[in-house]
């Protein structure tokens, strides 16, 4: 069966720090990749989206990067952080045009 | 643009009362509807899938319809128990990767 996995679990990270969470998933090969953001009485927001190595499409504008060195690696990062970027960051993958998620990483920019 | 809407924010209901959550949205072009359940902390748990060439999916006690010519999909949770407690979130798909989320709604099964 699949599984996907992120961490770290909780970070919390002083402005103007950079940032690098990972993804991982198993089970799967050639998988739909995608980071979303989750912050507080919002929905989620799409991120990036990946459909294969190397492949990247942002989705808005933003102080983020995303890379996908591996097939089932997704990495997000960031050269600086910014208080807005406080939030709960949500891994997927998809199958057969459903998504299934990641545990999350709860990030706090201080 | 897909966007996504769903009413009540919150709802309490007794153990063993029907829960009846309402979603729509806006392009009746819809790819596909899939619901979600994520509990405080955690990620998401995907519940159904409703393709657009389907008008419901069931699973156990919850049974999700999609209705494209009036732009709602409902998720019927049957017997609810105070584990069915959680926020349920839809999503539409306008295409094969991108979803467009509802804020939720959060849902109280009271002992």
């Known amino acids: 069966s699949q599984t996907i996995h992120q961490w770290p679990a909780t970070l919390v990270q002083p402005v103007g720090s950079p940032l690098s969470l990972e993804c991982t998933v198993e089970?799967?090969?050639?998988?739909?990749l995608y980071w979303y953001r989750q912050a507080a009485g919002r929905g989620l927001q799409l991120l990036f989206y990946?459909?294969?190595?190397?492949?990247i499409s942002s989705e808005v504008p933003q102080n983020l990067s995303a890379s996908r060195p591996q097939d089932r690696q997704f990495i997000l990062s960031s050269k600086k952080l910014l208080l807005s970027d406080s939030g709960f960051y949500l891994c997927?993958?998809?199958?057969?045009?459903?998504?299934?998620f990641g545990p999350g990483t709860r990030l706090t920019v201080l | 643009k897909q966007e996504v809407t769903q009413i009540p924010a919150a709802l309490s209901v007794p153990e063993g009362e029907n829960l009846v959550l309402n979603c729509s949205f806006t392009?009746?072009?819809?790819?596909?509807l899939q619901w979600f359940r994520q509990d405080p902390g955690k990620g998401l748990t995907s519940l159904l899938l409703?393709?657009?060439?389907?008008r419901e999916q069931t699973s156990g006690r919850l049974n999700a319809s999609l209705d494209k010519s009036s732009g709602r999909s409902t998720l019927y949770i049957a017997a609810s128990q105070p584990g069915d407690s959680a926020t349920y979130l839809c999503?539409?798909?306008?295409?094969?990767?991108?979803?467009?989320f509802g804020a939720g709604t959060t849902v109280t099964v009271r002992a």
């Open positions: 392009d009746s072009a819809i790819y596909n």
């Open positions: 089970g799967t090969s050639n998988p739909n």
């Open positions: 999503a539409g798909a306008i295409n094969d990767y991108k979803l467009s």
């Open positions: 997927a993958w998809s199958e057969n045009n459903e998504q299934f």
């Open positions: 990946s459909v294969g190595i190397g492949q």
């Open positions: 409703i393709q657009s060439s389907q």
